[in-house]
């Protein structure tokens, strides 16, 4: 969806000023700034929910087993009584593939936040040991680095060159 909303408004932009004006965005597809940190949060917020449903469901039924049988002593049985629950193994069949199904999915959830979390250290990492070369001037959240005509050179500086370490000192 933030792909059409950015292409749309690429192309307003481009309509309001002209083909040869500066593009808005390098890339519409990358996800940038707010965006990032939302679909990150968006997986934290899944990975929290899958767990607690597998914990709660773990501790309620005490395992992931459905007995057969269960004798029952509560209101308004007068004395135990044993009480069948219908179809024990296709309840446990699906309670199983449930809880396989959001293991999976906690498990893929945790690999990609570590993916794009890496990315992005890897990101500023290479800006950090780059930094005489910065080879970007965009992280992939948007944010400008360091513009490469930021040190502009005065038509005054003589041509000569600096004296050495040796001739400084003496």
């Not at 909303?5 to 309001?16: C, G, T």
């Not at 500023?124 to 930094?131: E, I, L, Q, R």
């Amino acid at each position: 969806m933030h792909v059409a909303y950015r292409e749309d408004k690429e192309r307003k932009n481009q309509l309001k000023y002209g083909e040869n004006c500066r593009r808005l965005y390098e890339n519409t597809g990358k996800k940038r700034g707010g965006l990032w940190w939302t679909y990150v949060l968006t997986l934290v917020f899944k990975i929290a929910v899958d767990a607690t449903f597998v914990f709660l469901l773990y501790h309620i039924y005490e395992g992931y087993d459905f007995p057969s049988l269960i004798k029952c002593e509560q209101k308004p049985c007068p004395n135990k009584v044993d009480c069948f629950i219908s179809r024990p193994t296709e309840k446990r069949i699906f309670t199983l593939f449930m809880v396989v199904t959001s293991l999976i999915c906690i498990l893929l959830s945790i690999f990609e936040v570590l993916y794009l979390v890496g990315k992005r250290c890897r990101e500023c990492f290479t800006v950090v040991h780059n930094s005489g070369h910065i080879v970007t001037n965009t992280l992939s959240s948007g944010s400008n680095l360091m513009k490469s005509n930021t040190l502009k050179m005065s038509k005054n500086t003589p041509d000569t060159p600096a004296p050495s370490y040796s001739v400084a000192i003496s």
